[in-house]
């Protein structure tokens, strides 16, 4: 009794540990967590500057080269065949499904007999004659002059109306403010065109879907973007919905907007882009992520230490049934001791007497020999509960099956049974409509069944001197299955004891105090076989005293 007490200390004591050192593990993952998740927020507000280029490269490539491919090589132009090959470039452009960036494009030339505006139709490529000047700063219908000198051509500063000269490759440079002069003047300038971006499908698709690409996935915004001119004065060309916060710290700045040219096309200092891409962490983004993280590695923390425990407790009710196995075990082997001791005590015994001849008469002779046939049943009762639970004939169980008739069945087990009846000086009342329908089983197993509960009954409520056993079609039920009840009058089941009475080798106190004879086997091997049948059994006590057993089992298909 100390040792298990000892040992029950032990396991609560295990069990405080753990639950003492998750504990610790929770408040340390809990500090742990706070700092990955500001690392995070720190790294996410550092990593701003890739993303913005990003965001810059990928909008002057695609400018660049839509420009690229309606902008006429100075090789492929005359003045007989301008128009044409202005058709060609167009055509070719919209056969590559591009984004519908331009909303107006014109097309500008001097001559010797001077300068002619066209409008190059965005439906189908054609230039249009065109007297109006398609912008309020529009550029000087005049553009043939001297290298570096006279007004500049064309200034628009916004970014959203440029010029492109088409000339000889490497001399297309800036047509306005710093770099170096563009060479031969009008001798490399055989036109100009200049293309006008389309200010709603830039502010509302094309922007919008470069800050979902690289700064902004798809749910809450991370980061306030805004567009704005390069040069002064400053207007805002784009600002990202729900961008409130203007004076939140310095921004990461880009600029970009090279207004159609590839980089090899250097403007020189100051004239090669026209916009500013800032970038702020949007007002509480980053602290909602740190918040979400946190939580969900709190969770995850919380869950694995908790998964620690539980596997701990598991661990200790393991320990501890497996202790109460071995203990029911060595009860066992004790228990099976001494009922194979009684019996082979009395058949030695009797065989010696036999040998000896101190029984010589015929009543004697008899007497003795049923003594050694009893307690020979016994043992071999014994040995088939044993090997009964063990499955060792589960494999011939199948071939012996076939109709079994409950009441025949019934009958057969109170025969068997008359012996223990008659010790416990109780009567056996059967109530069996013939009509029954049979079962399908193993009609052995099944009369082992009704004993095993009948001699229970016997031997623990047998001091009311009745036992009832009653067989009835239960057609409500799905399949329609046939009850049988083994009843007694005697104290009943203590309530602990009810959910453990079908484990093998288990015991009741109160057959261990009286010394009842048992192996603990029986209602184990019941609980088997009912269930091997396809049938459920369960033990309840009845209110008016005594204890009943109910095993249900499936009427057989027809």
């Known amino acids: 009794m100390r040792a298990r007490l000892k040992q029950s200390q032990a396991e609560w004591a295990f069990v405080g540990l753990l639950a003492g050192l998750c504990a610790v593990l929770s408040v340390l993952q809990f500090h742990w967590t706070g700092q990955v998740s500001r690392a995070e927020a720190e790294r996410l507000h550092a990593g701003i500057n890739q993303p913005a280029k990003l965001f810059c490269v990928a909008f002057d490539a695609e400018l660049a080269k839509s420009c690229e491919a309606l902008v006429p090589g100075d090789y492929a132009l005359n003045f007989t065949n301008r128009e044409a090959v202005h058709l060609q470039h167009f055509l070719k452009w919209k056969s590559d499904h591009p984004r519908p960036i331009f909303s107006r494009i014109f097309v500008m030339l001097s001559t010797p007999g001077g300068a002619w505006l066209f409008n190059q139709d965005l439906a189908s490529g054609q230039l249009v004659p065109s007297t109006t000047p398609p912008f309020s700063d529009a550029p000087s219908p005049n553009i043939s002059r001297g290298p570096g000198t006279g007004p500049r051509p064309y200034q628009n500063q ?19 403010g710093g770099g170096p002069p563009r060479g031969g003047g009008w001798a490399y300038e055989s036109e100009l065109m200049i293309f006008e971006l389309d200010t709603n499908y830039l502010v509302n698709t094309w922007l919008p879907e470069l800050s979902r690409k690289f700064l902004n996935s798809p749910g809450p915004p991370l ?29 990461v700045t880009e600029l970009f907007n090279r207004q159609g040219r590839n980089p090899v096309d250097y403007r020189g200092p100051g004239g090669d882009f026209t916009w500013l891409l800032e970038v702020r962490p949007h007002p509480g983004a980053l602290e909602a992520i740190v918040a979400s993280s946190r939580r969900r590695n709190l969770a995850l ?12 407790l598991a661990l200790v009710r393991h320990t501890r049934r497996s202790r109460q196995l071995a203990a029911a075990q060595l009860d066992f082997v004790a228990t099976v001791s001494h009922e194979l001791r009684t019996p082979l ?60 008739a409950i009441g025949e069945a019934l009958r057969e087990a109170v025969v ?18 013939p009509a029954l329908p049979s079962i399908h089983g193993d009609a052995q197993a099944l009369r082992r069944v009704f004993q095993n509960l009948i001699s229970n009954a016997a031997k623990h409520g047998g001091q009311s001197g009745w036992i009832g056993i009653t067989a009835t079609m239960v057609e409500a039920a799905k399949p329609p299955m046939i009850e ?14 009810l959910s453990e009475i079908f484990k093998p080798f288990f015991r009741g106190a109160m057959a261990q105090a009286m010394q009842i004879r048992g192996s603990g086997l029986g209602l184990a091997l019941v609980k088997e076989t009912v269930e091997a049948h396809g049938g459920t059994v369960l033990v309840e006590n009845n209110l008016g005293g005594g204890a009943v057993f109910v095993v249900r089992l499936p009427v057989a298909k027809a």
């Open 158 to 176: 916004s970014g959203l109306i440029f010029p492109v000269f088409v000339g000889q490759s490497g001399n297309n440079r800036t047509p306005f």
């Open 223 to 251: 980061y306030d973007i805004e567009v704005k001119t390069f040069w002064p004065p400053t207007a805002v060309i784009y600002s990202s919905p729900g961008n409130s916060i203007r004076d939140s710290g310095l921004p």
């Open 301 to 312: 923390a919380i869950f694995m230490n908790g998964l620690i425990f539980a596997a701990g």
């Open 345 to 404: 005590t009395v058949i030695r015994g009797a065989g010696h007497n036999l040998l000896r001849g101190v029984a010589h008469e015929p009543r004697q002779i008899e007497q003795y020999s049923k003594l050694i046939i009893q307690h020979a049943e016994q043992l071999t009762e014994m040995v088939e509960q044993i090997l009964g639970l063990a499955g060792i004939k589960k494999s011939s169980a199948a071939a012996l099956r076939g109709p079994v």
């Open 416 to 433: 068997a049974t008359a012996s223990d009846a008659k010790s416990a000086n109780c009567a056996v009342h059967i109530d069996s409509p």
């Open 484 to 497: 049988i009840k083994v009843a007694d009058r005697g104290p009943g089941i203590p309530k602990p004891e």
